[in-house]
């Protein structure tokens, strides 16, 4: 089975301030992991993937993710925050071999303080 | 322009009025899925298929059907609705299961 958890369903930051959104994940075997984001009103739209390249992976807007196996973590970052960044960020995971399901996590809101 | 499409985008309906929910892609993905997302809980998946006639369970296919006769179709049938029911509905694709998921707009159903 699989599993993903995020820590926190609300944080707060400041605009300009770090953003750091936490997801850990449970997989018997390796992983492909996503964020996804979802502002008001509005369908998904994937941020970045984790498929076993790289560890640290970019995607659009700045953000970028570091797949740390040890700590099975797949945690969120941005440097500096903006106030287009407010949504809501999902955490999901898949795997091969298994049937292909994807599961989310329960997502964290992120707010943008002037 | 490449999109995935649902039909109805707001529904209400009265309890035990069988109703569908349309799903159309125009990017020739072999995969589509349906979810619904509820206030603390996320996304939960519903069915998924990996390609025409194939189709299999997520974690929340009770009171649910699907069907996929063609590649680009895959509706989401509520044969007799419920109040918990209730709920904001996805439809996805992807060119395969581990792909990126390309999500339609969202139908929000209300079962009365």
């Known amino acids: 089975a699989q599993s993903v958890t995020q820590l926190g369903s609300h944080v707060s930051v400041s605009e300009g301030a770090l953003v750091l959104l936490r997801c850990n994940y449970s997989?018997?075997?390796?992983?492909?992991l996503f964020w996804y984001v979802q502002y008001p009103n509005q369908g998904l739209q994937l941020l970045l993937k984790?498929?076993?390249?790289?560890?640290l992976v970019k995607g659009i807007n700045g953000f970028e993710a570091e797949f740390k196996k040890s700590e099975t973590s797949f945690h969120l970052t941005k440097p500096s925050a903006h106030m287009s960044d407010a949504a809501e960020y999902f955490c999901?995971?898949?795997?091969?071999?298994?049937?292909?399901?994807?599961?989310f996590g329960t997502g964290t809101r992120l707010t943008i303080i002037p | 322009e490449a999109q995935v499409t649902q039909n109805p985008r707001y529904l209400i309906t009265v309890t035990g009025k069988k109703l569908t929910v349309t799903c159309s892609q125009n990017?020739?993905?072999?995969?589509m899925s349906w979810y619904r997302q509820d206030p603390g809980l996320g996304l939960r998946q519903i069915y998924y298929?990996?390609?025409?006639?194939?189709?299999d369970k997520g974690d929340v296919p009770e009171g649910y059907k699907v069907s996929r006769k063609e590649k680009r179709n895959f509706p989401l049938i509520l044969e007799s609705p419920s109040p918990n029911q209730t709920s904001l509905y996805f439809c996805?694709?992807?060119?395969?299961?581990?792909?990126?998921?390309?999500f339609g707009p969202g139908t929000r159903l209300l079962v009365l």
């Open positions: 984790y498929t076993s390249a790289a560890t």
């Open positions: 997989s018997s075997v390796p992983p492909y």
């Open positions: 298929s990996m390609n025409v006639e194939v189709t």
């Open positions: 996805a694709s992807s060119p395969g299961g581990l792909e990126t998921q390309y």
């Open positions: 990017m020739n993905h072999e995969y």
């Open positions: 999901a995971v898949t795997r091969w071999g298994g049937n292909e399901k994807l599961t």
